[in-house]
């Protein structure tokens, strides 16, 4: 199973707002499809947004290939993508690094050139994001030195990556090494990410998991139907904050008061090192109808009020280790997150 696939003139995305009923692929020959799919959660996911985001620029470069004012109109495309979700850093990541090449080709406003470098370096971010998920899960997996149930909260599997995943990847991994032994799903309201896809995915690959509701986290931990707790992220800031899918933040605390690890596994394209804290992560909000409604059908009083944040911050001292693709940092998050940026930058 693939989050997404390109294709030359084509460019595929698995629509996992149609999962797991129906296994449905979106055509995408223009840019504004993949904006719209990213939107509307048909791709979503941190690293698979990014990756999604790189794709749409190749596919909007090309439609305007012989436009007279080329460039303003690149520009343009780039930030009608940075505008379609504000959370997970991987999306302006990913965009920057496509900017970045084009830089080179501006002066000679050589278009075919530019055309054949973003459509390398777009598959780069794809092919790194697959490496990177290998090492991600193999430093994960050494965490687990016995057999241990695990909690996840919403899906940072292959479907939210271009390869098998981040805390799935882990699961994976240590699954395979015998170090796994069931997975503790949560639904995770309002979308259904948990129920959905990290259900499907594991089931399709015959991990043991159980799906729960996110309110019986807390029971679960509590009768000691788990060992650890592991889930991806959206954006780390420098002092090791951690922004993921809403329920995240709950989950930390819990595990805390329980004394189980609690485990975020994530690329170095998730930190975001231009920023200092959590508070200052920007809170995508979300229509109001999905918490009314479960699957189109209204559960709500017409007219609630509602508040519809899509993701939370889990404070660092909830975090007892994040996995990167470098290793497993631990507190103090302010200094082994400048170590791993010193690290990244050495590589570059
Ligand atoms: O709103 P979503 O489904 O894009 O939120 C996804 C999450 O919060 C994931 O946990 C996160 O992006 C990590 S994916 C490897």
Redesign the pocket.
């Known amino acids: 199973m693939h989050s997404m696939s390109w294709e030359d003139t084509c460019f595929k995305l698995l629509n996992q707002t149609k999962l797991p009923c129906q296994v449905e692929y979106i055509q995408c020959q223009d840019y504004k499809i993949v904006a719209d799919a990213i939107k509307r959660?048909e791709v979503?996911?941190?690293?698979?947004?990014g990756a999604a985001a790189a794709f749409a620029l190749v596919l909007g470069a090309r439609q305007i290939a012989m436009d007279h004012d080329f460039w303003d109109k690149f520009r343009n495309i780039a930030e009608e993508l940075r505008q379609t979700?504000p959370t997970?850093v991987n999306l302006f990541w990913a965009l920057d690094r496509m900017l970045s090449v084009s830089s080179r080709f501006v002066e000679k406003n050589d278009i075919q050139g530019l055309l054949d470098a973003l459509e390398q370096e777009a598959l780069s971010i794809a092919n790194e994001d697959k490496t990177v998920n290998s090492r991600i899960s193999a430093y994960g997996a050494e965490l687990f030195t016995e057999p241990s149930a695990v909690l996840t909260?919403?899906?940072?599997?292959a479907l939210?990556?271009v390869g098998f995943?981040?805390?799935l990847g882990v699961i994976r991994q240590a699954w395979s090494d015998g170090k796994i032994t069931r997975v503790f799903a949560d639904e995770t309201r309002p979308?259904l990410?948990g129920a959905r896809l990290t259900a499907w995915e594991l089931m399709q690959e015959k991990i043991p998991v159980t799906l729960i509701t996110d309110s019986m986290a807390g029971w679960v931990m509590k009768n000691k139907k788990v060992q650890a707790v592991i889930?991806?992220?959206?954006r780390i800031t420098l002092n090791g904050d951690v922004a993921?899918?809403i329920g995240?933040y709950s989950v930390a605390v819990l595990a805390k008061e329980h004394g189980i690890p609690f485990y975020v596994a994530?690329p170095v394209s998730?930190f975001d090192f231009n920023m200092q804290t959590g508070q200052d992560i920007p809170i995508e909000e979300r229509n109001s109808s999905e918490i009314t409604s479960i699957a189109g059908v209204q559960i709500a009083p017409t007219g609630v009020d509602v508040y519809n944040p899509?993701?939370d911050v889990t404070p660092n001292e909830f975090v007892s280790a994040i996995i990167t693709e470098y290793g497993a940092i631990r507190a103090p998050y302010t200094e082994s997150v400048r170590r791993l940026q010193q690290k990244v930058k050495g590589e570059s």
């Open positions: 959660l979503r996911g941190a690293p698979a947004i979700r997970a909260h919403c899906n940072a599997g939210a990556t995943g981040t805390a979308l990410q889930v991806g992220a959206d993921n899918k995240t994530a998730t899509a993701f």
